[in-house]
């Protein structure tokens, strides 16, 4: 049941990356928006990146925007998460997900999503 799942997260320090990957079993990514959700301890999920399915558009949130750089694979199914110059406040619990539009999925209409991955970024 569980058709995407991430991988990547860890401990890194402030000013550092991770990048993200999120593998798809049994959908095929093409036929979605693409993008990841995080949700740090004591706040609501929130969108960080997405692909438009329509025209190919990115998306990203003025916290990460200039940091974070989401793209796809779609002839393997996979998409995956850049993230540079890595705050604490990045701090969190990574989802990758699939939704009919991003407007959908950043407001957590999702059709499926990971389980997710740890990103902690501390000292």
């Known amino acids: 049941q569980l058709q995407l799942v991430e991988s990547g997260g860890g401990l890194v320090q402030p000013g550092g990356s991770l990048r993200l990957s999120c593998a798809s079993f049994?959908?095929?990514?093409?036929?979605?928006?693409i993008g990841w959700l995080r949700q740090a301890p004591g706040k609501k999920r929130e969108g960080v990146s997405c692909?438009?399915?329509?025209?190919?558009?990115?998306y990203y949130p003025d916290s990460v925007k200039g940091r974070f750089a989401i793209s796809r694979d779609n002839a393997k199914n996979t998409f995956t998460l850049q993230m540079n110059s890595l705050k604490p406040e990045d701090t969190a619990v990574y989802y990758c997900a699939a939704s009919q539009s991003c407007d959908g999925m950043f407001m957590n209409a999702m059709d499926y999503w990971g389980s997710g991955t740890l990103v902690t970024v501390s000292s």
């Open positions: 692909i438009s399915r329509s025209d190919g558009s990115t």
């Open positions: 049994g959908i095929t990514l093409d036929d979605y928006a």
